[in-house]
C-alpha cells in the first residue's frame, strides 16, 4: 500500500495514461486545423491527414492575396478591441472586487451572485435586443459597440476571480500604510495592488482570452469590416470561385489568430499558474 504523500508505480502510470489521452483529444482538432491550413486545395479533398505537397499558398492567401484586406483589417479590429476590452474589465474588476473583499455594504453577496448569473446567461438570448438598441443609438458596427458586450463577458469573471485574491491580503498591511499616513486610496494603489499582481495579471489573460474568441457578438453586432473581428471575419472567406470552399484559407487565418494565445500562454505559464493557486486557497 502505498503511502499517504506518494502514488505507486501502476498509479503514476494510470495517470501518465489518462493526461496523454486527455492531451491527445484536446490537440487533434487543432493538429488537424494545422495540417488543413498547408494542404492544397485538391489535398483537402484527400482522406489523408497530412498534407502529401505541402504549401504556403494559404498563408499567402490570407497575407497578400485575396483575402488580404478582409483578414489584415478583422485582425487589427480583432487586436484593438480586445485589448481595450481587457483593460477596462482588469480595472473596473479590480476595484469592484477590493469593495467586495474589503468592505462591508449591503447587497455585496447580490453583487456577487448578480455577476455569476450574468457569465452563465446565454450570449445569444441578448444579441436581438442589443442589435435593436445599437441600432437605434448609433453603436451597430463600431468598436464601442462590441467593447461594451465585450465588458458583459469578461468582468463578471474578473470579479470572482479578482476578490479570491483580495481576501487573501492580509488587512493589516493597508491598515499599517494608512498609520504611516497614507490615505485608502494610496493605500490601494502602492500596497494592495503590487500584492495583487499576480490575480490582475491572471485576470487580464483569462479576459483576454475570452474577448479574443468571441464569436456571436462579432458576427451579429457588425455588417462591414469597420469593426467585424477575426472570428465572425473567417464566416466570410470565400473560395477562388464559387463551388471552392475557402477550407485552407480559413484553417491558415484560424493558425495565425491562436498564435498569439499559445505565446501568452508560453511566456506567461508560470505567472498564470501562480496566480490561478494563489486565488484558490484562502490563507
Known amino acids: 500500500m502505498a503511502g499517504s504523500s506518494g502514488l505507486t508505480g501502476r498509479q503514476k502510470l494510470g495517470w501518465a495514461a489518462v493526461s496523454v489521452v486527455i492531451l ?30 505541402w504549401t504556403w499558398g494559404n498563408y499567402q492567401e490570407i497575407f497578400v492575396g485575396g483575402a488580404q484586406e478582409l483578414f489584415l483589417t478583422a485582425l487589427r479590429n480583432s487586436i484593438g478591441i480586445t485589448l481595450i476590452a481587457t483593460f477596462i474589465a482588469v480595472v473596473l474588476a479590480t476595484l469592484c472586487a477590493y469593495a467586495i473583499a474589503r468592505m ?11 455577476a455569476l448569473a450574468v457569465s452563465i446567461f446565454p450570449v445569444i438570448s441578448v444579441v436581438t435586443p442589443l442589435f435593436n438598441l445599437w441600432r437605434t443609438i448609433g453603436l451597430y458596427d463600431t468598436w464601442l459597440g462590441l467593447i461594451i458586450p465585450y465588458l ?25 500604510a494608512q498609520v504611516d499616513g497614507a490615505t485608502q486610496w494610496q ?3 502602492k500596497a494592495i495592488v503590487p500584492l495583487a499582481a499576480p490575480g490582475v495579471f491572471t485576470t ?34 470565400t473560395g477562388a470561385s464559387q463551388f471552392e ?3 485552407g484559407a480559413i484553417s491558415a487565418a484560424a493558425i ?19 496566480g490561478l493557486t494563489q486565488g484558490a486557497v484562502k490563507g
Open 24 to 53: 491527445v483529444y484536446a490537440l487533434f482538432p487543432v493538429a488537424a486545423i494545422f495540417a488543413n491550413s498547408f494542404k492544397t486545395q485538391a489535398d483537402l479533398g484527400n482522406p489523408t491527414f497530412w498534407p502529401s505537397n
Open 104 to 114: 462591508d455594504f449591503p447587497g455585496k453577496r447580490f453583487v456577487l451572485g448578480t
Open 152 to 176: 458583459s463577458l469578461t468582468l463578471p469573471i474578473s470579479i470572482w476571480t479578482l476578490s479570491a485574491f483580495f481576501r487573501q491580503i492580509p488587512w493589516e498591511l493597508e491598515q499599517a
Open 187 to 189: 493605500a490601494f494603489r
Open 204 to 237: 487580464a489573460i483569462i479576459a483576454f482570452f475570452i474577448a479574443w474568441n468571441d464569436f456571436v457578438y462579432g458576427i451579429s453586432l457588425t455588417s462591414t469590416e469597420a469593426a467585424r473581428p477575426v472570428p465572425a471575419a473567417l464566416a466570410f472567406f
Open 245 to 247: 470552399e475557402p477550407t
Open 256 to 274: 495565425v489568430v491562436t498564435i498569439p494565445v499559445v505565446l501568452l500562454v508560453l511566456l506567461f505559464q508560470r505567472q498564470i499558474v501562480s
